[in-house]
């Protein structure tokens, strides 16, 4: 088993730059893909970027997923930052027989 | 555009059994992998079960369900579900259904709306 580990909070001001970080304890990060996932309150979760770094049709390129092997971590970066971007991130990853989530980063956008 | 609908969420004492289902259209159901993810009041999401698309023949669960959760599919019907027995207090959560993408990856490309679930006496 491995876990995924993420900061509990992140703060920034509108129309910077935020970088979200999920830390892979046990195993390399690279051994599979890794997902981002948006949560805003009382809302079901929305897919960001899937295989480290592919967004869906219709994400904002201001949204962006990359992978470091040297920190056994990926990050998801949002640019531009809009205070509708204050919510809950989600980094989620697998191996042959589970599905791992991190716990979860909350954005504040102020 | 792709429709996940889930009910059967209520109130249960511990102990009791509760089904969930879910409702998906707009896609060929047969063709994808579907899992439930859930997540308790406040706090993240926990994967709790997957299953292969067409026979269902691939199934998995998480260790904190497994033995007391059985997730299964009818693709006739287009609707997953979860039997869920000898329930905890720790099973409370809002339940959400998604649908795993069609990529090299394993991940959930859509996502219901969820149906809470509480265990309490």
């Not at chain 2, 998480?62 to 979860?82: H, M, P, Q, W």
Request: net charge neutral.
């Amino acid at each position: 088993n491995f876990m995924l580990t993420q900061p509990h909070s992140v703060s920034e001001s509108p129309g910077k730059t935020v970088t979200v970080s999920c830390t892979r304890r046990s195993g390399s990060i690279a051994s599979s893909f890794v997902q981002w996932y948006q949560q805003r309150p009382g809302s079901a979760p929305i897919t960001l970027i899937y295989e480290d770094n592919r967004r869906p049709s219709g994400v904002p390129d201001r949204f962006s997923g990359s992978v470091d092997s040297s920190s056994n971590s990926a990050s998801l970066t949002i640019s531009g930052l809009k205070t509708e971007d204050e919510a809950d991130y989600y980094c989620q990853s697998y191996d042959s027989s589970r599905v791992i989530f991190g716990g979860g980063t909350k954005l504040t956008v102020l | 555009q792709v429709q996940l609908v889930e009910s059967g969420g209520t109130l249960v004492r511990p102990g009791e059994s509760l089904r969930l289902s879910c409702a998906a259209s707009e896609f060929t159901f047969s063709d994808y992998y579907m899992s439930w993810i859930r997540q308790a009041p406040g706090k993240g999401l926990e994967w709790v079960s997957y299953i292969s698309s067409n026979s269902g023949s691939s199934i998995y669960y998480a260790d904190s369900v497994k033995g007391r959760f059985t997730i299964s599919r009818d693709n006739a019907e287009t609707s997953l579900y979860l039997q869920m027995n000898s329930l905890r207090a720790e099973d409370t959560a809002v339940y959400y259904c998604a649908r795993v993408g069609w990529s090299s990856s394993f991940y959930f490309d859509f996502w219901g709306q969820g149906t809470l679930v509480t265990v309490s006496s």
